[in-house]
């Protein structure tokens, strides 16, 4: 029997059934950023470098990592003994096969780039060696979005969606049968990380108490509820805040908020009609109660946090001097749009009837702003419909968005999702383009909270988006389910059955 992390008192046996709302759309962990895949594989799978509870980057596979003072060559010592869920030991060079084989077809491959070659000087060292400097290397490579899976060196030069699923983790996949499961066992022969005495975020010292782990496939949030009532599933993946709410004196079902999830945004496109105005960005600003807004997109489960990255991280970048961004003002907002000259023009929000917060969020928003005399059209459309809206130039102004993995990797795809080729906001920010450069080539930790500094001032002070607050998620298991503390996943090491 493996190691328990230490004060635990687990009992072995039993197979757990998660209920998810989605299929995932493919089990090659790398290759895919879909929630619906990452709850099944970082079971199965680990990386060099993970995140900790607070999304910081901690060591998995990796005991740690030497980086040059020019920041051109990463050392990396293995840990040693770990096994494949085949019996095989790992070692260099499976990473070494796994590191180049994401830098071909990972759903973050550009994370790759800088890396000009991969060297094994011997079995527990690898030697990354980079063409420029990338500062947030560590933290790319530690984001479970896409995970920078580690497998056996023969199955990386298998084509896409074709390796067998071995990897390192707690669990072993079973079988995976579309439309309807995905099963996982126990790893009886895990190596836990020993540097750890208890679960950390995705880090940790990892124990399996159930013997099985299935995850179903429930689209219908009713149905997900019914089951978790009935026994007939034991965790749900996400429960509805108003479920939760009606469920919270049943002796057999346990309710865990997971806060934050996600950022809740409201974007300006900088580009086109009246947002192009920077004064009428600035009015938008001043015309919405936030709080409003958060009560009724999230049914409750909010919290009023005005930085763009979570508090207890390394970037947090402070909320110093938002006060005057944040409150609501319509006789601000008034003066403001007279000082921009504005003579009704419409003003299109764009919003989807898939997600309930950004509907909500685009709703209240509309009707805030039209109090303050704005001419409002909200257009409500099908996600992907949205989705290829919004990559217009022109045609709308507003859009409501649910940020959630983003901000939890840390600053990269947040300050990138307004950067480069394709900002969100469609007409590049010449400030935060600079800032984005300090993020990505600055050395020193501080030089890069500065980047992330730079980056909140300038999309407070021009409005180019609104951070409206931080949504939370419930997720929910049986009452017999002990030990079960909630995450970007439902984690089902260091928890088991009474």
Same mark, same amino acid.
């Given at each position: 029997?493996? %190691?328990?992390?230490?004060?635990?008192?687990? &009992?072995?046996?039993?197979?757990?059934?998660?209920?998810?709302?989605?299929?995932?759309?493919?089990?090659?962990?790398?290759?895919?950023?879909?929630?619906?895949?990452?709850?099944?594989?970082?079971?199965?799978?680990?990386? $060099?470098?993970?995140?900790?509870?607070?999304?910081?980057?901690?060591?998995?596979? %990796?005991?740690?990592?030497?980086?040059?003072?020019?920041?051109?060559?990463?050392?990396?010592?293995?840990?040693?003994?770990?096994?494949?869920?085949?019996?095989?030991?790992?070692?260099?060079?499976?990473? #070494?096969?796994?590191?180049?084989?994401?830098?071909?077809?990972?759903?973050?491959?550009?994370?790759?780039?800088?890396?000009?070659?991969?060297?094994?000087?011997?079995?527990?060292?690898?030697?990354? &060696?980079?063409?420029?400097?990338?500062?947030?290397?560590?933290?790319?490579?530690?984001?479970?979005?896409?995970?920078? %899976?580690?497998?056996?060196?023969?199955?990386?030069?298998?084509?896409?969606?074709?390796?067998?699923?071995?990897?390192?983790?707690?669990?072993?996949?079973?079988?995976?049968?579309?439309?309807?499961?995905?099963?996982?066992?126990?790893?009886?022969?895990?190596?836990?990380?020993?540097?750890?005495?208890?679960?950390?975020?995705? %880090?940790?010292?990892?124990?399996?108490?159930?013997?099985?782990?299935?995850?179903?496939?429930?689209?219908?949030?009713?149905?997900?509820?019914?089951?978790?009532?009935?026994?007939? $599933?034991?965790?749900?993946?996400?429960?509805?805040?108003?479920?939760? &709410?009606?469920?919270?004196?049943? #002796?057999?079902?346990?309710?865990?908020?997971?806060?934050?999830?996600?950022?809740?945004?409201?974007?300006?496109?900088?580009?086109?009609?009246?947002?192009?105005?920077?004064?009428?960005?600035?009015?938008?600003?001043?015309? $919405?109660?936030?709080?409003?807004?958060?009560?009724?997109?999230?049914?409750?489960?909010?919290?009023?946090?005005?930085?763009?990255?979570?508090?207890?991280?390394?970037?947090?970048?402070?909320?110093?001097?938002?006060?005057?961004?944040?409150?609501?003002?319509?006789?601000?907002?008034?003066?403001?749009?007279?000082?921009?000259?504005?003579?009704?023009?419409? $003003?299109?929000?764009?919003?989807?009837?898939?997600?309930?917060?950004?509907?909500?969020?685009?709703?209240?928003?509309?009707?805030?702003?039209?109090?303050?005399?704005?001419?409002? #059209?909200?257009?409500?459309?099908?996600?992907?419909?949205?989705?290829?809206?919004?990559?217009?130039?022109?045609?709308?102004?507003?859009?409501?968005?649910?940020?959630?993995?983003?901000?939890?990797?840390?600053?990269?795809?947040?300050?990138?999702?307004?950067?480069?080729?394709?900002?969100?906001?469609?007409?590049?920010?010449?400030?935060?383009?600079?800032?984005?450069?300090?993020?990505?080539?600055?050395?020193?930790?501080?030089?890069?909270?500065?980047?992330?500094?730079?980056?909140?001032?300038?999309?407070?002070?021009?409005?180019?988006?609104?951070?409206?607050?931080?949504?939370?998620?419930?997720?929910?298991?049986?009452?017999?389910?002990?030990?079960?503390?909630?995450?970007?996943?439902?984690?089902?090491?260091?928890?088991?059955?009474?």
């Amino acid at each position: 029997m493996p %190691a328990i992390a230490q004060g635990l008192q687990g &009992k072995r046996g039993g197979d757990v059934i998660i209920a998810q709302q989605a299929q995932p759309p493919t089990l090659d962990a790398q290759t895919t950023t879909a929630q619906a895949s990452r709850n099944i594989t970082l079971h199965v799978y680990e990386t $060099l470098f993970t995140r900790d509870e607070a999304s910081n980057p901690k060591p998995d596979l %990796a005991e740690g990592v030497d980086i040059a003072a020019d920041g051109l060559t990463y050392r990396f010592t293995l840990r040693t003994g770990v096994k494949f869920h085949n019996g095989k030991t790992m070692t260099s060079a499976d990473v #070494k096969a796994s590191m180049e084989r994401y830098g071909r077809i990972g759903g973050s491959a550009y994370a790759m780039k800088p890396v000009a070659a991969i060297e094994t000087p011997d079995a527990k060292t690898v030697v990354m &060696k980079l063409s420029s400097v990338s500062p947030g290397f560590i933290e790319a490579i530690s984001s479970p979005r896409a995970p920078f %899976a580690i497998m056996p060196e023969e199955e990386c030069a298998k084509p896409l969606g074709q390796p067998a699923m071995i990897g390192t983790g707690p669990f072993r996949f079973v079988e995976f049968r579309p439309d309807s499961h995905a099963k996982l066992a126990r790893f009886d022969d895990y190596v836990p990380n020993t540097n750890y005495q208890k679960r950390d975020g995705f %880090a940790g010292r990892k124990t399996a108490f159930f013997d099985t782990v299935t995850f179903r496939f429930m689209p219908e949030g009713g149905a997900r509820t019914a089951g978790l009532q009935t026994g007939e $599933l034991q965790v749900l993946e996400a429960l509805d805040v108003a479920a939760a &709410k009606r469920l919270k004196d049943d #002796k057999n079902v346990r309710t865990y908020e997971m806060m934050p999830w996600a950022f809740q945004t409201l974007m300006m496109n900088t580009n086109w009609g009246p947002t192009a105005n920077v004064d009428i960005r600035r009015a938008i600003q001043a015309a $919405l109660d936030l709080e409003e807004i958060m009560a009724i997109c999230s049914d409750g489960l909010y919290r009023m946090d005005p930085a763009w990255q979570y508090p207890g991280t390394n970037y947090f970048p402070g909320i110093d001097g938002l006060d005057a961004y944040i409150k609501q003002d319509q006789a601000k907002a008034r003066a403001l749009l007279q000082k921009a000259g504005y003579k009704g023009e419409e $003003l299109e929000v764009v919003t989807d009837n898939a997600f309930r917060n950004h509907l909500d969020t685009g709703t209240v928003a509309a009707q805030q702003l039209r109090a303050v005399g704005m001419n409002v #059209k909200l257009s409500v459309m099908d996600w992907p419909t949205v989705l290829n809206r919004r990559t217009r130039p022109d045609g709308w102004n507003l859009w409501p968005l649910g940020m959630g993995i983003e901000p939890y990797e840390g600053p990269y795809n947040v300050v990138g999702f307004f950067s480069g080729a394709q900002p969100v906001q469609i007409k590049a920010d010449p400030v935060i383009e600079e800032a984005q450069k300090r993020l990505t080539t600055d050395l020193s930790l501080q030089g890069r909270i500065d980047a992330v500094k730079q980056f909140q001032a300038r999309v407070y002070d021009q409005a180019i988006s609104v951070k409206v607050g931080d949504i939370g998620i419930v997720q929910a298991t049986r009452a017999n389910v002990v030990n079960y503390a909630p995450y970007r996943i439902p984690r089902m090491w260091d928890c088991w059955f009474a």
